[in-house]
Every structure is written in C-alpha cells, then in structure tokens.
C-alpha cells in the first residue's frame, strides 16, 4: 500500500517575541498563512521505518522531521509495523517557510491512514506539538490562524465564516543563506510592548496598514548579520517597489506582496537573472488560485 500528500509551506504575517519562557522556549504571537509552494511526502507499507529524499544533502536518519514523527506516532500508538518514507523536497530549508514541520505533519498524516489508526484529531495534535511548535498547524487545514504560545497554540482566522487567505499576488525571495532557529533567536530581544493585534490587522488588508504595524521582530537582527538578507529586502522595497515586504519566520526568506498581479509578475521577471530561489503566487483569495510559478 503506497499513500501519497503533497506538504504546503507558509509565510509568517508579522512575528512578536514576547518573552522568553520556563521552559526555555519563548512566547510569540504570529499569524501563520499556508502557500502553495510543496513538498512531496509518499509513505508505503514496509516491515522497518526508513527514508530517501530527492535532496542528498538532507539527512535520512533521526535527524529528519518526517523520521522523527513516524518514531514519535509509532510510540504514541504502539505500533509494530513499519513504512518506507520518501520526501520529494522542493521548498528551501533554513528559510522560515516551515517546510520541515510540514513534512512532518503530513508524515503524520500519511502514517495514520497507513497503519489504520483510530487517531483523534486531538490526539494527533498531541504528537505533532512534540516534533516542534509549527507542526500542529500543517496538521490542521485552515489556510491562516494565529499562532500564540511557543507557536502551536492555533485559532483560525475567518472572515464572515470564510477561512481567511491573503487576497494579493506574493514574490517569495530566499537567499542561499540558511538561518538556524537557535541562532535567530540568540539575535532577538523579546518586547512584550503593545503592538496593534495581529489578527485586525492582517484580516483588514490594508497595506499601508501593514507597512505601520506588521512586523517580524526577527528582521533587523537577521538584516544585520545576513547581507543576503538585506539585499533581497531592498530588491523587493526599493527595486521593484513590492507594496508590503517582510522576513518570513526567522528567515532567510523574504517575501513582497503586491496590489496587483501584473506588478507581481513583471517583478518576478525581473528577478530571474538574480541568484536567489524565487516562488509566484498569483493571489490566493480562491482556491482556484493556489498554483504558483517557480524560478530557479
């Protein structure tokens, strides 16, 4: 038996560091949005847990996300049986865009159908929340919630009983740097400062608004210490003028949102003689709109 799910990235619209907490994590409030560009996770019936992925430079061991939430729901449930993992990795790692946690997520997802569990969705949510804090929210299916807590505290965002999605075309930008969580978090002060709600703000798509009050508190550090960084948050600002631009998690990434898609595509013509990876999406207030163009 052979299962197969495609594994979505986000964008983080707006991160507070609020505080550093007890247990050693830190308390942030950010709202997490799902786009449209995938990895592939396929799981098939086998007698031990094993893993190949497309990418040679990505472990195979203990050290992959997917690995570890296969060994994480086999404990959890008691199972014996095993299953041949493989990842078919597009999205960039070490670039905030959550695509290890929705490997591990769909893992999770895949493994529950394979080995015919009689899973809650809460149960699940329990043991995705020990693989890492973005984990619970690719468990889910809602295209945007707010994350507060370490991050997997979740509360869907909904606009008059419609789940809420970003109504603009978005320019993803990631630099060749990879940025590791503990070193973006060793470079942010916590502020625990009022700052507008994230949720009003976000679901009012204003983006003069935006450019006021939606911040991610990991950008200056990481714009200071990653000249990358700061070049891809400069093309996307001053060059071809995006209409909002933010860091996406703790970076690299860098994304632009656009008024309109003619502004959007002809950006992301523009930036096909850059170096970075590029990802396109044309606007993702349908469903009808969540396929994306790619550039190398």
């Known amino acids: 038996m052979s299962l197969v799910d495609d594994a979505p990235a986000k964008i983080n619209l707006g991160l507070h560091v609020l ?3 007890e247990d050693g994590y830190h308390e942030v409030e950010t709202v997490l949005h799902r786009i449209d560009w995938v990895d592939t996770v396929t799981v098939e019936s086998a007698d031990s847990l094993s893993m190949t992925c497309s990418d040679p430079s990505l472990p195979t061991d203990t ?3 997917c690995l570890q ?4 729901l086999r404990e959890a449930f008691d199972v014996s ?3 041949a993992l493989h990842l078919e990795k597009r999205v960039p790692y070490g ?3 959550g695509g290890g946690s929705s490997d591990a997520a769909t893992t999770l997802y895949l493994l529950a159908q394979l080995w015919e569990l009689d899973a809650s969705r809460e149960e699940l949510q329990a043991v995705a929340s020990g693989i890492g804090a973005d984990v619970p929210f690719f468990l889910g299916d809602t295209p945007a919630a707010l994350a507060t807590g370490r991050g997997d505290e979740l509360s869907p965002l909904q606009t008059n009983g419609t789940p809420y999605r970003v109504p603009y075309p978005i320019l993803i930008v990631v630099p060749s740097d990879e940025i590791s969580t503990p070193e973006a978090y060793a470079q942010v002060t916590p502020d625990e400062d009022w700052r507008p709600p994230l949720r009003a703000l976000v679901q009012s798509n204003d983006l003069a608004a935006w450019r006021r009050g939606l911040l991610n508190d990991f950008e200056r550090p990481i714009r200071r210490t990653h000249p990358a960084v700061e070049s891809a948050r400069a093309w996307l600002a001053d060059e071809v003028e995006a209409d909002y631009v933010s860091l996406s998690g703790s970076g690299s990434a860098v994304y632009g949102v656009f008024e309109t898609e003619k502004a959007a595509e002809a950006a ?4 096909q003689n850059r170096e970075e990876r590029m990802h396109l999406m044309n606007g993702l207030a349908d469903e009808s709109d969540m396929t ?3 550039g190398s």
């Open 19 to 21: 505080r550093k907490r």
């Open 63 to 65: 050290d992959n996300l």
């Open 69 to 72: 939430a296969a060994h994480a």
């Open 81 to 83: 049986a095993g299953a």
């Open 95 to 97: 670039a905030g865009l």
């Open 268 to 271: 992301h013509r523009m930036g």
């Open 292 to 294: 994306g163009q790619t």
